[in-house]
C-alpha cells in the first residue's frame, strides 16, 4: 500500500534563508505531485515529477525526484513571506493512474 | 476562463439529512475527482470518473454517491448526513495526459450537526 510522508508537518523560518521539505513514499511510483495551498484556499499545482532525476524550478522553488531513494524535495532559496503557505506533495498509484496518495502537508510560516 | 466551479462554498447540515454539492469544469477535461480534506491532514480520494458515464470508488466512498451525466459536470451526493463527514470538500479535473495534474475548485466547507 502507498503511503506518502512528508517532513516537517510545520516549519518556522526567517526570510532570506533556506530550507528543504522532504517528501518520502513507501513503494514504486511514477509520479510525484506538488501542491501549494494558501489558508481556506484552494490548491495550486507547482511541480509535476515524472522521471528519476528530475529537477524543476520556479522562482525561489525548485523540486527534485529520486524515484531510487523514493525521495522528492522541495527546496526554498532565499524565502520570502509571500511562500507562506501549506505545501503538500503526492503520488500516484502504479494500480491506478487516477489515485493520488497525499503527503499530510507541511505548513510554512516565512516571518519578516 | 472559469476552470473547476463548485458549490456551494458553505453549508450546514443537520444529521440524517441529504444534500448535494455540485461541481462544473469548462476544461473538457475527461477526469473528474471529489475529494475531502480533515483539518492537518492530505486529502483523501472520494469518487473518481474518467468520462461521461463512468464512476468508480476511492479511499473513502462510504456514504456517497456520484453521477457523470456529462462530461462538464460531476456532483457528490450526501445521503443521511453525518458528523464525520464535516470536512472541506474539493472537485477536482485533468485531462487525459501522461501527466495526470489536477485542477481544483475553491471547495466546498460543510459542517454536519
Known amino acids: 500500500e502507498l503511503k506518502v510522508e512528508q517532513n516537517p508537518l510545520f516549519l518556522s523560518m526567517q526570510e532570506g534563508k533556506n530550507y528543504t521539505i522532504y517528501c518520502n513514499y513507501s513503494t514504486t511510483s511514477d509520479r510525484l505531485y506538488w501542491y501549494r495551498q494558501d489558508p481556506g484556499k484552494s490548491l495550486e499545482s507547482l511541480f509535476v515529477l515524472l522521471s528519476n532525476g528530475a529537477v524543476k524550478q520556479e522562482g525561489r522553488l525548485m523540486a527534485s525526484l529520486d524515484t531510487k531513494a523514493r525521495l522528492s524535495t522541495l527546496h526554498i532559496t532565499a524565502a520570502v513571506h509571500d511562500l507562506s503557505a501549506t505545501y503538500f506533495c503526492?503520488?500516484?498509484?502504479?494500480?491506478?493512474?487516477?489515485?493520488?496518495?497525499w503527503g499530510a502537508g507541511t505548513k510554512l510560516i516565512i516571518k519578516p | 476562463n472559469a476552470g473547476v466551479t463548485q458549490t456551494p462554498k458553505f453549508r450546514i447540515l443537520k444529521i440524517g439529512q441529504s444534500m448535494t454539492l455540485q461541481c462544473t469544469q469548462d476544461m473538457n477535461h475527461n477526469y473528474m475527482y471529489w475529494y475531502r480534506q480533515d483539518p492537518g491532514m492530505g486529502l483523501k480520494l472520494i469518487y473518481y470518473?474518467?468520462?461521461?458515464?463512468?464512476?468508480d470508488k476511492g479511499e473513502v466512498p462510504n456514504g456517497y454517491n456520484v453521477s457523470r451525466s456529462t462530461t462538464e459536470d460531476f456532483p457528490l451526493r450526501l445521503e443521511l448526513a453525518a458528523p464525520s463527514q464535516t470536512s472541506v470538500y474539493f472537485c477536482?479535473?485533468?485531462?487525459?495526459?501522461?501527466?495526470?495534474?489536477?485542477?481544483f475548485g475553491e471547495g466546498s466547507r460543510l459542517t454536519v450537526l
Open positions: 503526492a503520488a500516484n498509484r502504479e494500480d491506478s493512474n487516477y489515485q493520488l496518495i
Open positions: 470518473s474518467v468520462g461521461a458515464g463512468i464512476t
Open positions: 477536482a479535473s485533468s485531462k487525459l495526459s501522461n501527466t495526470g495534474e489536477l485542477f
